[in-house]
């Protein structure tokens, strides 16, 4: 077990929906990771948040929005779903140290499934 | 463009014998390596990371080698064991293009 937290496991829902996944990072870590993982697509870095604010971008879609809350759980919304953003949706979190890159800790992820 | 990729989609090993796992690199400016390990049904876990200004990093039964002049990065797990069975991703992160996974090698171990 992570620590890391993830709600729902499981989503299905219709093209043109709009969803919300929930992550709780470990008791500690400031920085929230958002990453899609698709059969074609491999792992793909989404988002990253820390403490609260926006730190990187990576491969999102204008579709996709995320935020990280004071409590610091984060939120990834997904809007007018196509078939295509069926994928396991995983959370991440780290601490953030001096080093640039800290080891990231993988929740179980979402898996969502767009009819 | 930057890529991260794996030689071998699929691994067959003995339990007992050491596995290989290779990668291959194309962003010379990555600053660190990392692999992960991901098991059915499971989110990524972190095995073991390598920082680029070094060529060896060793764990817990697990070895990882980074070849910059070959742009090359290697994980050996020694005395392979049934619980290792998983896919096994080679990462490469930059503070530019934050992480890249590559496709992941599926590692099986034969009893």
């Known amino acids: 077990d992570s620590g890391v937290t993830q709600t729902p496991k499981h989503l299905i829902t219709a093209t043109g929906q709009r969803v919300t996944l929930r992550c709780s990072p470990r008791s500690g870590d400031l920085s929230v990771y958002w990453y899609q993982q698709s059969l074609d697509q491999g792992l793909q870095f989404l988002i990253q948040y820390y403490n609260g604010e926006e730190r990187a971008k990576g491969n999102i879609l204008e579709r996709f929005s995320a935020q990280q809350f004071p409590d610091l759980h984060s939120e990834l919304n997904l809007s007018s779903l196509e078939l295509g953003d069926s994928a396991l949706y995983f959370c991440a979190s780290s601490v953030v140290g001096r080093r640039s890159y800290n080891e990231q800790f993988f929740g179980p992820g979402t898996r969502l499934t767009v009819l | ?111």
């Open chain 2, 1 to 111: 463009g930057e890529s991260v990729g794996l030689h071998l989609p699929t691994l067959s090993v003995q339990e007992g014998d050491n596995s290989i796992i290779n990668c291959a690199y194309s962003n010379s400016a990555s600053d660190y390596f990392i692999w992960y390990k991901q098991e059915s049904g499971k989110g990524p876990q972190f095995i073991i990371d390598i920082r680029s200004n070094m060529d060896k990093r060793q764990g817990q039964r697990v070895t990882v080698l980074l070849n910059k002049t070959v742009k090359h990065l290697s994980l050996q797990i020694a005395a392979t064991q049934p619980g290792d069975s998983a896919v096994y991703f080679c990462a490469e992160y930059s503070s530019a293009s934050k992480i890249i996974f590559g496709s992941g090698t599926r590692l099986s171990i034969r009893p």
